[in-house]
């Protein structure tokens, strides 16, 4: 009798346990394959009372392949109908060899709206073929901004948008990118990863968005991100919105795709509307 019920007490703990395993796969399965919209709303003393921009950004795609959801989610980007586009790197991955998937969704995204820009994450950096990806984004009508800026206008809102390197490797010139800009405009200073936030010249910029760190992919309930690169284990500047200072704000978005392995957790793949409007 007694061996029996231990059998069955097993038992029940197997079955709990596969039941608790599969709803972790299937959970796990819709928040790497399911994107959201993350609504964000960033308020400005330099953007005119009554004027806002929305900005759509596209971060760490990863080479995330074309199915039914890529298009669904380019879909919900032209029913949101932004006014920019910036896509703040890791379009692809280190290892990929063929462009055409990145070009493809490049092309919808600038006939969507052809103020589109892109700068460079650390994949783009390692992949061998880099400069060559380079052109063919260039090609595709999106704008390369790479330790520069441009101003860009609309009705009675004009804005720099400044675009470094990837900052990992010493590559990113904020004083070069920001030194003529005119202070009295809005700036947005699109970068890959956080880390930039230690240059001193982060001050001439009002709204500084990236990537880079998925997120920390697996949060947990009052932790938040476990890990993230470049700053290891419990990450300071891991999802959302950080202060930086009394006129910079960073936002950080998790982005679309994954690294090592394929796995999110309490952490949905997504893309971002940032509102930026007058305060």
């Given at each position: 009798m007694?061996?029996?019920?231990?059998?069955?007490?097993?038992?029940?703990?197997?079955?709990?346990?596969?039941?608790?395993?599969?709803?972790l796969?299937?959970?796990?399965y819709?928040?790497?394959n399911?994107?959201?919209?993350?609504?964000?709303?960033?308020?400005?003393?330099?953007?005119?009372?009554g004027?806002?921009?929305?900005?759509l950004?596209?971060?760490?795609?990863?080479?995330?392949?074309?199915?039914?959801r890529?298009q669904?989610?380019?879909?919900?980007?032209?029913q949101?109908?932004?006014?920019?586009?910036?896509?703040t790197?890791?379009l692809?991955?280190?290892?990929?060899?063929?462009?055409?998937?990145?070009?493809?969704?490049?092309?919808?995204?600038?006939?969507?709206?052809?103020?589109?820009?892109?700068?460079?994450?650390?994949?783009?950096?390692?992949?061998r073929g880099?400069?060559?990806?380079?052109?063919?984004l260039?090609?595709?009508g999106?704008?390369?901004?790479?330790?520069?800026?441009?101003v860009?206008?609309?009705e009675?809102?004009?804005?720099?948008?400044?675009?470094?390197?990837?900052?990992?490797?010493?590559?990113?010139?904020?004083?070069?990118?920001?030194?003529?800009?005119?202070?009295?405009?809005?700036?947005?200073?699109l970068?890959?990863?956080?880390?930039?936030?230690?240059?001193?010249?982060?001050?001439?910029?009002?709204l500084v968005?990236?990537?880079?760190?998925?997120?920390?992919?697996?949060r947990?309930?009052?932790?938040?991100?476990?890990?993230?690169?470049?700053q290891?284990?419990?990450p300071?500047?891991n999802?959302?919105?950080?202060?930086?200072g009394?006129?910079?704000?960073?936002?950080?978005?998790?982005?679309?795709?994954?690294?090592?392995?394929?796995?999110?957790?309490?952490?949905?793949?997504?893309?971002?509307?940032?509102?930026?409007?007058?305060?």
């Amino acid at each position: 009798m007694y061996v029996q019920t231990l059998f069955e007490g097993v038992l029940r703990l197997a079955v709990f346990g596969i039941i608790i395993i599969g709803l972790l796969a299937v959970n796990i399965y819709f928040e790497v394959n399911f994107p959201k919209v993350k609504q964000v709303i960033i308020e400005s003393e330099k953007i005119p009372t009554g004027a806002a921009t929305k900005i759509l950004q596209i971060s760490d795609f990863h080479n995330w392949h074309p199915n039914d959801r890529h298009q669904k989610l380019l879909q919900k980007i032209r029913q949101l109908n932004p006014d920019l586009i910036v896509i703040t790197g890791d379009l692809v991955d280190r290892k990929t060899t063929s462009f055409n998937n990145v070009f493809s969704l490049a092309q919808e995204l600038v006939q969507i709206n052809p103020h589109t820009y892109f700068v460079r994450g650390n994949h783009e950096l390692a992949n061998r073929g880099t400069e060559l990806f380079l052109i063919g984004l260039a090609n595709c009508g999106v704008r390369v901004l790479n330790n520069e800026h441009v101003v860009w206008s609309r009705e009675h809102l004009t804005i720099n948008i400044c675009g470094v390197d990837y900052s990992g490797r010493g590559r990113a010139n904020l004083d070069k990118t920001t030194k003529s800009t005119d202070t009295e405009l809005f700036t947005i200073l699109l970068t890959h990863a956080p880390a930039i936030i230690k240059v001193p010249a982060i001050t001439r910029a009002n709204l500084v968005l990236c990537g880079h760190t998925h997120g920390g992919q697996v949060r947990l309930p009052f932790v938040g991100a476990i890990i993230a690169p470049g700053q290891g284990f419990l990450p300071e500047y891991n999802k959302g919105i950080y202060h930086i200072g009394h006129h910079t704000t960073l936002y950080i978005d998790s982005g679309l795709g994954t690294s090592t392995l394929p796995v999110r957790f309490l952490n949905r793949s997504q893309v971002s509307l940032i509102t930026v409007t007058g305060k």
